[in-house]
Nanobody, 125 residues
Framework: QVQVVESGGGMVQAGGSPTLSCAAS??????MAWFRRAPGKEREFVVS????????YYAESVKDRFTISGDNAKNTVALQMNSLKPEDTAVYFC????????????????????WGQGTQVTVSS
């Protein structure tokens, strides 16, 4: 059984640049991603990495500020967030899948089978 664990998060000031980390174990993984759910909003896609496709994907709203990196051998990913804004406040979830997800599934949450518990990021002004 695949397990997904996030680390990082917490309270940061606007303009900060924290990094979130995620580690998955228990199987061969082909895609990992970060989603977030802000207060009063639905879950939205943030970033993903497709090991099988050799590509990364970014939501338009974060592509100039966030960077995803990963190590397929370790099944780990990191999300470097720069210039945080109060509207970035959300619970951030790491997701993984053991199937070679194709677009658009790789940027949508419905086809990811394994999820972490989430980590809260609160950006204060």
């Amino acid at each position: 059984q695949v397990q997904v664990v996030e680390s990082g998060g917490g309270m940061v000031q606007a303009g900060g640049s924290p990094t979130l980390s995620c580690a998955a174990s228990g199987g061969t993984l082909y895609a990992m991603a970060w989603f977030r759910r802000a207060p009063g909003k639905e879950r939205e896609f943030v970033v993903s990495i497709s090991w099988s496709g050799g590509r990364t994907y970014y939501a338009e709203s974060v592509k100039d500020r966030f960077t995803i990196s990963g190590d397929n051998a370790k099944n780990t990913v990191a999300l470097q967030m720069n210039s945080l804004k109060p509207e970035d406040t959300a619970v951030y979830f790491c997701a993984a899948d053991d199937d070679p997800l194709t677009f658009p599934a790789v940027v949508e949450g419905n086809d990811y089978d394994y999820w972490g518990q989430g980590t809260q990021v609160t950006v204060s002004s």
